[in-house]
């Protein structure tokens, strides 16, 4: 308990929020931090500076402290960030999510309505609020792959939609969706 209020006091007072602390093998402390989410504000990312400054700090309140460790890292959340909190939840509505649940649910429950293959718990789909619910959308169709014909009479793919609260989840996650193709914007337009 007192290695994560040490934790987050020093990461706080450097202006940045904690995201996760995790012990492994071998005496690895690894911290999370990232920047405070502000809806009205532009997304900022975590820099290596951050990251060095807070190492720096959390150093010498370690060693106050007398926490024992044998390697510090400190990193930003990643692509695959989890989700604990409602501030996380609202800051990544829209965002393709995976989650994972404690109990499975699916036709093999006695409601049988849900639409869900028997015993799922894992879901991959874009996250959405419900009024103070939230929800995942996914369609079970495969991908359509660039190039790949595509009938015109092909039906729209069935949507399915899985309400969930937070305490339900084992886990939830950004999903980690890389293009390597290439950016999807629009290119830069060159000064003339």
Not at 85 to 101: M, N
Not at 166 to 175: G, H, I, K, Q
């Amino acid at each position: 308990m007192a290695l994560q209020k040490t934790v987050e006091q020093t990461v706080s007072g450097l202006g940045l929020e904690l995201v996760e602390i995790e012990r492994s093998a071998g005496g690895l402390l690894r911290i999370t931090i990232d920047h405070p989410w502000q809806p009205d504000q532009p997304e900022r990312f975590v820099t290596v500076e951050d990251c060095e400054s807070v190492t720096r700090q959390l150093q010498f309140a370690l060693e106050v402290e007398s926490v024992e460790y044998r390697r510090l890292e400190v990193s930003s959340p990643g692509i695959d960030r989890p989700l604990r909190t409602e501030k996380d939840f609202a800051r990544f509505t829209g965002s393709v999510i995976d989650i994972t649940l404690k109990a499975p649910v699916g036709r093999g429950l006695a409601e049988g309505a849900s639409g869900v293959a028997a015993n799922r718990k894992k879901f991959r789909g874009t996250l959405e609020q419900v009024g103070l619910a939230w929800q995942i959308v996914w369609s079970d169709e495969p991908v359509i792959k660039p190039g790949q014909r595509v009938s015109r009479k092909r039906p729209p793919p069935v949507m399915q939609a899985l309400g969930f609260t937070l305490d339900e989840l084992r886990e939830a996650r950004l999903a980690s969706i890389v293009d390597f193709k290439g950016r999807t914007g629009q290119a830069p337009v060159a000064n003339p």
